[in-house]
């Protein structure tokens, strides 16, 4: 029986041409055809050349196109235009325009324009543009514009612009302008968005204007907010800085992201405390202009000491820290800023020794419990930024 089926198939997909069908001869309308394969049916070896109102399949059948309902046991096929609904338990595929509803239990294939909407259980295919809602379990495919709806269970694919919103659990593609929404579990491709890419892993895009959300974003220009662990912009803000404090008595920085929304990396040192330590740290920030060479950032940081070699930490010593500097130009290059400290710390005693590794010079409020302790102190951070 499955070689059966293996060699039906094969038979079936050699009789469909691959090309797109020249619709522009008026083709008869007919109520009604019944096939059991291509060619043995009511219509026998003439079913190409008319549109049906009703075509019933019940393997495969091989019509000139339908204008109203066909079902198939296993495929539907049409030379030229399907209107309306079809389905079937593998495959439907038109090789004109197609206008309204195809199911399938494994894919759909369209070779024109094609509006309406598309359910298969693993991919659905478009070769023209589009106007249409995809739904399958695995992959959808535009191979050109489309101003729709693309969800997948793994990926989604538009060749050129698109007014739509893409939904993937893996990966979306968009070779255009997206006008709508990327979402997916782990990346988002596009020429340019205007909207929204939101993934669990990475956002790519020349141009965005809108909001890029993942672990990672990567953009050539952005008008409006990256947000996430690292966002890269060709075209965006980075600086360099090295301070001096009460918490963190040296200490250096790395900003890079967008004014509005930056992404901070850092390392820092405390050594007029009770205990010398080593931190490293990530933080967020956004700067203000408040007039052409002067600027106003705000800033939190998370800092987490480090000890006993560079890969080994206590998560239970942190140091957390809210920053608002004021920032005035020295050059075109380099940049001086002053500005008060929020410092919060959790501290631990070393299990071991019973020794606390505590930053603060004076407490503002105090929270101790057994072997663990809070303090909270306004502190003082200045320094110098360079580009």
Do not use: C
């Amino acid at each position: 029986m499955k070689k059966l089926i293996i060699v039906l198939a094969g038979f079936i997909l050699f009789l469909v041409p691959l090309n797109a069908q020249d619709e522009s001869e008026e083709k008869t309308i007919r109520p009604f055809q019944l096939s059991l394969i291509p060619g043995i049916g009511t219509e026998g070896i003439y079913s190409t050349d008319n549109i049906y109102n009703f075509s019933f399949n019940i393997f495969a059948g091989l019509t000139g196109g339908v204008d109203g309902l066909e079902i198939g046991g296993f495929m539907n096929i049409n030379r030229f235009s399907m209107n309306g609904f079809q389905a079937s338990g593998f495959g439907n595929i038109v090789n004109g325009t197609a206008d309204g509803l195809q199911a399938a239990g494994f894919f759909n294939l369209n070779n024109l324009y094609t509006n309406g909407l598309q359910v298969a259980g693993f991919a659905n295919v478009v070769n023209y543009d589009a106007n249409v809602v995809q739904v399958s379990g695995f992959a959808n495919v535009i191979d050109g514009h489309n101003a729709g709806f693309q969800a997948s269970g793994f990926f989604n694919f538009t060749a050129f612009d698109g007014d739509m919103v893409q939904a993937a659990g893996f990966m979306n593609y968009t070779g255009g302008v997206l006008k709508g929404v990327q979402a997916a579990g782990f990346a988002n491709i596009a020429r340019e968005v205007d909207g929204m890419q939101a993934a669990g892993f990475l956002n790519i895009a020349r141009k965005v204007n809108g909001l890029q959300v993942g672990m990672v974003n990567i953009a050539d220009s952005l008008d409006g907010l990256p947000l996430g662990l690292l966002s890269i912009v060709r075209g965006g803000y980075r600086k360099a800085e090295f301070s001096v404090g009460d918490a963190l008595n040296l200490h250096m920085g790395f900003k890079i992201g967008v004014k509005r929304f930056y992404n901070i990396f850092s390392m820092g040192t405390q050594f007029t405390g009770e205990r010398s330590a080593f931190l490293l740290g990530y933080g967020i920030g956004s700067e203000f202009n408040l007039m052409n060479d002067q600027y106003i950032n705000i800033e939190m940081h998370s800092n987490q000491v480090v000890k006993k070699g560079w890969l080994k930490s206590d998560g239970s010593n942190m140091l957390h820290q809210l920053k608002v500097s004021y920032a005035k130009d020295l050059d075109p290059r380099w940049q001086f800023f002053i500005g008060p400290v929020l410092n919060i710390q959790t501290v631990r005693a070393d299990p071991e020794t019973g020794e606390w590794i505590n930053f603060s010079p004076y407490s503002i409020l105090d929270f101790s419990s057994d072997r663990r302790e809070t303090r909270l102190w306004l502190g003082v951070n200045l320094g110098v930024r360079f580009w």
